[in-house]
């Protein structure tokens, strides 16, 4: 065999070099296409199992909600949450007092309890036991928010911990009975009732099962995000929300925004049967009508400067006049037939073929 030149030499080495190479990247090019196949099938597996929990939702919606999901009881009563959180903004007077909050928190769960619910309150450590409660923290401190949005984003977050009915401090039920509502609305899809406001919905009462608070809450904090140097509210997000996802949480006209009142000034029951109200927001803004109109007259009294006093007083006049003295009469009335069964259809749309009339 004949003996190589230097440059022979020199490029046989360099051809082995870059076969050597070569292999090496066949070998790297090989295992990343292991590691894709993996992800791809654990991907599949994923996709597959939403699939197969996406068809069994739509089938039970497309069933009459044959499977009935029963939302958390205790004491035989279905659990209604709030959050509530202390706002350092309170002491500047916005909002009101702490004390007036805390009055405002006290007069929601009696009201509740007295229509046969379980009141829950969530606080801060509530939320703060979500996994990525920190991580959603570093979401809200970019966006241009007051201290009040903040907390009303961290009570998704401690409804995602639960799931279920929740509705404001200052949301009272009207007509809402807890034998019917023991099941989910909707199978438990989530769902707003108080839609007071052009393309979304207020979140004055919600309700749904963990697994969609836990799907609402993420989509929220997704378009949180996108919002950064911003101001937003999960109002504006939820009507967001809706817009660019129709179909993706139920929304109803089912609270009323406010105290409704008769050509005469007086409390008008008719108008809530006949809207089918699930219960009445009374909110700041209520507050300021209510009293600009004299529905209610302002006191120099210590307790009227609260709005709780407002609102425990609203509370009994709706048990005194649309409960008791106006319901005796009402059903003698043209309309009253024609109301039940509009009601009834309501009913039926939210829990088909698990609603039971209370008076069937």
């Avoid at 606080?123 to 991580?135: G, L, N, S, T, V």
């Avoid at 507050?287 to 006093?309: G, I, N, T, Y």
Wanted: aromatic share 12%; charged share 25%; hydrophobic share 30%.
């Amino acid at each position: 065999m004949m003996a190589m030149s230097q440059t022979q030499r020199r490029k046989a080495w360099r051809n082995i070099y870059m076969a050597s190479w070569l292999v090496i990247l066949m070998g790297v090019v090989y295992v990343q296409k292991q590691n894709q196949d993996a992800l791809g099938r654990s991907l599949r597996r994923l996709k597959s199992s939403r699939n197969l929990s996406n068809n069994h939702r739509r089938r039970k919606l497309s069933s009459n909600t044959k499977n009935a999901i029963e939302t958390k009881t205790e004491n035989g009563r279905p659990i209604i949450y709030t959050y509530f959180e202390y706002n350092p903004d309170w002491e500047k007077g916005d909002f009101g007092s702490p004390e007036e909050q805390k009055e405002m928190l006290q007069t929601w769960a009696r009201s509740w309890r007295n229509h046969g619910w379980e009141p829950k309150v969530l606080y801060k450590r509530h939320a703060e036991k979500h996994p990525y409660f920190e991580k959603f923290e570093e979401i809200l401190d970019k966006v241009k928010i007051k201290y009040y949005d903040h907390i009303c984003f961290h009570r998704w977050i401690a409804m995602s911990m639960y799931g279920g009915y929740m509705s404001d401090y200052d949301t009272y039920p009207v007509d809402m009975p807890p034998e019917t509502f023991k099941i989910l609305p909707n199978s438990g899809k989530f769902t707003a009732y108080d839609n007071n406001i052009e393309g979304g919905a207020i979140p004055s009462l919600l309700s749904g099962t963990q697994e969609e608070w836990r799907t609402m809450m993420g989509k929220i904090l997704k378009l949180m995000a996108t919002h950064k140097g911003e101001f937003t509210s999960d109002m504006r997000v939820l009507t967001e929300l809706n817009s660019k996802e129709p179909g993706s949480f139920v929304i109803l006209n089912l609270v009323q925004s406010g105290i409704p009142q008769t050509p005469a000034g007086k409390l008008d029951c008719e108008f809530l049967y006949r809207r089918h109200a699930l219960a009445v927001h009374y909110s700041h803004r209520s507050q300021e009508d209510a009293l600009k109109s004299k529905f209610f007259v302002e006191s120099e009294h210590p307790d009227a400067l609260s709005r709780s006093h407002y609102a425990k007083h609203f509370q009994m006049l709706y048990e005194r006049k649309c409960t008791q003295e106006y319901a005796a009469g009402y059903k003698n009335k043209d309309w009253y037939k024609v109301t039940v069964e509009n009601r009834k259809q309501d009913m039926v749309g939210m829990f088909g073929a698990n609603y039971v009339s209370k008076t069937a």
